[in-house]
């Protein structure tokens, strides 16, 4: 669980830093990478959570 707590901190500040690079560049690109970035945290915290599902179920 702490895997899960530490990858959602660190999604959550590179979010928060590509949208106010964003808010002072006004390019459209960030706005497209914070996009991403919020995809990509989502299926890493999704797969992280079934591997950790995983080895409960298997190892009890």
Do not use: H, N
Not at 18 to 34: C, G, H, N, P, Q
């Amino acid at each position: 669980m702490l895997v899960l707590r530490i990858l959602l901190v660190l999604g959550l500040i590179s979010v928060a830093v590509s949208f106010a690079v964003y808010i002072f560049t006004k390019d459209a690109r960030y706005l497209k990478f914070s996009w991403q970035l919020i995809k990509f945290t989502i299926v890493l915290l999704f797969v992280a959570a079934v591997v950790y599902a995983m080895g409960r179920i298997i190892l009890f």
